[in-house]
């Protein structure tokens, strides 16, 4: 039974480049949330997704951050040319129902030079 | 604004020693809580969770409750062990599944 698997776990990217972080939800699950954790500071929330649709990106930044859950695959969280403050770590949940316990990823830490 | 605090941020204490961390949250209409570990560079673990309608959980050494006409928690440690250390998150969930996280307190347990 594997749980949510994030790739990669660590991400280095020079300014400008673009960064694409991968999750894979427990087997079952249709429900994905995305969260980034920037240095010294708590979690906070990015994305909800279901299976090919955005519910909530009230989070997100509205440049450069895209999200998707295509029906086959992974969800993908997209960063668009990124920079120096998009360094932090980026956590992937999941969920069999809505509010239903979600369960973490171990992270993806993105470091832009 | 729904906001999440901790307090305090960090705590240092010797082994065997019973501690408390709180919680206080501000948005009434809170669907569950949540009390997560993170250990450094590490992902999260869930410890405890406290359904609306519960007051407290309990699971082994942990015991996490829940008022919500005050808008706190508390997450109790019984007799703690170095293997406690880590930062603990207090997360709040509402309507919609949005969590809504507190900075967490850094614990210590020295041997």
């Known amino acids: 039974n594997a749980g949510v698997m994030q790739n990669p776990r660590h991400l280095v990217r020079r300014r400008g480049q673009e960064a694409r972080l991968r999750c894979s939800p427990v087997k079952g699950h249709s429900h994905v949330y995305w969260y980034r954790q920037l240095p010294e500071e708590g979690l906070k929330f990015m994305v909800y997704l279901q299976k090919e649709n955005i519910i909530d990106e009230s989070g997100m930044p509205k440049e450069r951050f895209s999200a998707e859950f295509p029906k086959e695959g992974p969800s993908i969280l997209r960063i668009q040319q990124v920079v120096r403050g998009d360094s932090a770590a980026y956590f992937c949940?999941?969920?069999?129902?809505?509010?239903?316990?979600?369960?973490f990823g171990p992270g993806t830490r993105l470091l832009v030079l | 604004k729904q906001e999440v605090t901790q307090i305090p941020a960090a705590l240092s204490v010797p082994e065997g020693e019973n501690l408390v961390l709180n919680c206080s949250f501000t948005?009434?209409?809170?669907?569950?809580l949540q009390w997560f570990r993170q250990d450094p560079g590490k992902g999260l673990t869930s410890l405890l969770l406290i359904q609306s309608s519960q007051r407290e959980q309990t699971s082994g050494r942990l015991n996490a409750s829940l008022d919500k006409s005050s808008g706190r928690s508390t997450l109790y440690i019984a007799a703690s062990q170095p293997g406690d250390s880590a930062t603990y998150l207090c997360?709040?969930?509402?309507?919609?599944?949005?969590?809504?996280f507190g900075e967490g307190t850094q614990l210590t347990v020295n041997p």
């Open positions: 997360v709040q969930e509402t309507s919609g599944s949005r969590l809504t």
């Open positions: 949940a999941s969920s069999l129902h809505v509010q239903e316990t979600q369960y």
């Open positions: 948005d009434s209409a809170i669907y569950n």
